[in-house]
T-cell receptor, first 112, second 112 residues
């Protein structure tokens, strides 16, 4: 079945450092979404990417979708304590009925 | 506009007991989903629905049942609760099945 792998599992950074999480799929994706979950909270949608090679920015967050539509990344520039949480990627394919399959998430901790 | 509302927020069950997790949304979304979240495992799809009267299995449906009699409501039934069902359950909805998921705040279930 469709699998989405995410690395690293955990990252602890000093405030002001950059952070990147990577997402890889075993199959070509029709779209990929990113979610953030604060500790004790629920996942909140950040962005959706649908085009090969697409790059989108939201303030300090940069999202990329690979040319082959099998990988994606989320990069945070100059992390802040408000960035703390778990970041999930989720991909869907037509073959899997467009149901989202989530990666295991990357836990980000920021030390001030 | 409350979004997606789940009840209860917390529940402790004994092995073999049954219960229903309630989920309702007020956004007139056709698509609704139930996920479970275990530590380090991301979100796994239990069941989903593409509209009233239509439900289908996700990745991990065993031990659960759902119904969708109205657009707004999508309850999840646990029959004969087992310790393996200890988890955090999230209900979600989306407008068209390919875009953003809106999550409820979650229901933390412990089976002892």
């Amino acid at each position: 079945g469709q699998q989405v792998m995410q690395i690293p599992q955990y990252q602890h950074v000093q405030e002001g450092e950059d952070f990147t999480t990577y997402c890889n799929s075993s199959t070509t994706l029709s779209n990929i979404q990113w979610y953030k979950q604060r500790p004790g909270g629920h996942p909140v949608f950040l962005i959706q990417l649908v085009k090969s090679g697409e790059v989108k920015k939201q303030k300090r967050l940069t999202f990329q979708f690979g040319e082959a539509k099998k990988n994606s990344s989320l990069h945070i520039t100059a992390t802040q304590t408000t960035d703390v949480g778990t970041y999930f990627c989720a991909g869907s394919t037509l073959e899997y009925g467009n149901k989202l399959v989530f990666g295991a998430g990357t836990i980000l901790r920021v030390k001030s | 506009n409350a979004g997606v509302t789940q009840t209860p927020k917390f529940r402790i069950l004994k092995i073999g007991q049954s219960m229903t997790l309630q989920c309702t949304q007020d956004m007139n979304h056709n698509y609704m989903y139930w996920y479970r979240q275990d530590p380090g495992m991301g979100l796994k799809l239990i069941y989903y629905s593409v509209g009233a009267g239509i439900t289908d299995k996700g990745e991990v449906p065993n031990g659960y049942n759902v119904s969708r009699s109205t657009t707004e409501d999508f309850p999840l039934r646990l029959e004969l609760a087992a310790p393996s069902q200890t988890s955090v359950y999230f209900c979600a909805s989306s407008h068209d099945g390919t875009g953003e998921l809106f999550f409820g705040e979650g229901s933390r279930l412990t089976v002892l």
